[in-house]
């Protein structure tokens, strides 16, 4: 399997109770027209959270409260494995 590399674009802030995603400026064009859409995918990686522990997280009890009361693949817990202390 080949090794993906990701570049970042940007960063989650986090300020005064709101959320928001802050695009670098060398990628702000690539909002042009942006508005019209109703949905938007993100890719993130938390790397403040990264290491081989968390790396190995396939499957685990439910990462969070709704989620349902089962063993989780990853891939359904939106990458939530990796803090079980919620």
Known sequence: MEKFKENPIGSVVAE???????????????????????????????????????????????PYKKAPDVFLGVFATRGDLCDLTQ
């Open 16 to 62: 005064k109770g709101s959320t928001f995603i802050e695009v670098d400026s060398d990628f702000r064009n690539g909002l042009k027209g942006i508005k019209g859409f109703s949905h938007l995918n993100i890719l993130f990686w938390f790397n403040k959270n990264d290491n081989e522990e968390a790396r190995g997280f396939i499957e685990g009890p439910r």
